[in-house]
T-cell receptor, first 115, second 115 residues
Framework: GAGVSQTPSNKVTEKGKYVELRCDPISGHTALYWYRQSLGQGPEFLIYFQGTGAADDSGLPNDRFFAVRPEGSVSTLKIQRTERGDSAVYLC?????????????FGPGTRLTVL | GESVGLHLPTLSVQEGDNSIINCAYSNSASDYFIWYKQESGKGPQFIIDIRSNMDKRQGQRVTVLLNKTVKHLSLQIAATQPGDSAVYFCAENDAGGTSYGKLTFGQGTILTVHP
């Protein structure tokens, strides 16, 4: 079946610009997660949705970052006034939200480069 | 803060050998652990998971061992193949019955399999 998809696969922008990154989770998955991965590092948690609501946004680095999931399926990560330090691979994952063993399945990521 | 770390950043093995990748975790409240494989340019791929009420779990060619006494996790890959070459991450989830997401990843171990 179809896995998690993310668009675009690559995004190059200039410092100060606004960007949107899209995630299509696996159909039927209630939970959706955003992570950020810098070169040579493991993914770092940003935000997690249960349905339409953000259950935990403690990983968002500052108020330039915002994410939505209006219909409980597709999610968009929005970054305002991008900075060079925002350059990273942004990963999305989804899960069925099962107690105890909630396997998260990741998409291929969007590589964001801020010039 | 709590963290998950890996003892060895790189591991080189010959095809057909068994590989062991180690991981230390510091959050004693973590009760769910996962191993992911990440190939270049791709998102993390689920390999195997284990709950804290288990010491060992086996999959196809892979075994995960959990030692809660010393907070240590290992991934064993039997008969390693060139296609196993990738970065391997352990991740922990302090689910505790109340939260599901927010995986905390280690830095990763680069596994290289020589033909």
């Amino acid at each position: 079946g179809a896995g998690v998809s993310q668009t675009p696969s690559n995004k190059v922008t200039e410092k100060g610009k606004y960007v949107e990154l899209r995630c299509d989770p696996i159909s039927g998955h209630t939970a959706l997660y955003w992570y950020r991965q810098s070169l040579g590092q493991g993914p770092e948690f940003l935000i997690y949705f249960q349905g339409t609501g953000a259950a935990d946004d403690s990983g968002l680095p500052n108020d330039r970052f915002f994410a939505v999931r209006p219909e409980g399926s597709v999610s968009t990560l929005k970054i305002q006034r991008t900075e060079r330090g925002d350059s990273a691979v942004y990963l999305c994952a989804s899960s069925l939200l099962l107690a105890g063993t909630d396997t998260q399945y990741f998409g291929p990521g969007t590589r964001l480069t801020v010039l | 803060g709590e963290s998950v770390g890996l003892h060895l950043p790189t591991l080189s093995v010959q095809e057909g050998d068994n590989s062991i990748i180690n991981c230390a975790y510091s959050n004693s409240a973590s009760d769910y652990f996962i191993w992911y494989k990440q190939e270049s340019g791709k998102g993390p791929q689920f390999i195997i998971d284990i709950r804290s009420n288990m010491d060992k779990r086996q999959g196809q060619r892979v075994t995960v061992l959990l030692n809660k006494t010393v907070k240590h996790l290992s991934l064993q890959i039997a008969a390693t193949q060139p296609g196993d070459s990738a970065v391997y991450f352990c991740a922990e989830n302090d689910a505790g019955g109340t939260s599901y997401g927010k995986l905390t990843f280690g830095q990763g171990t680069i596994l290289t399999v020589h033909p």
